[in-house]
């Protein structure tokens, strides 16, 4: 387990180096394409309820697929990081209903919705959970930053017998053979990246 736990540090410095390195432009134009690409996803399509999050930094961009959901009708679900790094949720509203937060004494900066809270459990109510990932394997597997927030999502996922479409954005190069993998990873069930869908069985 500790073998597996240094291997994951190894490869999420080696994926986040890559990231730092993408030009503004290159990640920009990325996220207008992973847009398109997700907005062209059935499930999205058919989704009432759609659990997403803001995008930081040289993550794969959110910010135009979170309004064109909305525009849509969909009520989308954005995540409010808690003190012991656990998420609640709340609606987002637009961009103008944004605001900067600091978590984890300044460490980590974010952008969460400013509306009522509605509770961690809110998130059991989605049709489609976007997540957050540095990259996914061909079996599903997807691999955080190590905060461990979205693996207690899809642990209150599993607990709660709901069972939402699973969807990870992340750029093409991070769709990789074969990722070092925990007891509580749980697979998704698709990626999108700019370029193509991925789904996993």
Sequence with gaps: MEDTAALKRE????LLAVRAAMADDEVAQAARALARRALELPELAAAGTVAAYVSMGHEPGTTSLLSALRERGARVLLPVLMDDDDLDWAEYEGPGRLVEAERGG??????EPAGPRL???AVTEADVVLLPGLAVDRSGVRMGRGGGSFDRVLARLAASGAEPALVALVYGHEV???LPREPHDRPVHAAVTPEDVHRFA
């Excluded at 490869?11 to 080696?14: I, N, Y």
């Design 11 to 14: 490869v999420r410095r080696d």
């Design 106 to 111: 300044g460490r980590i900066r974010l952008l």
């Design 119 to 121: 509770g961690p459990a």
């Design 176 to 178: 990789v053979e074969a």
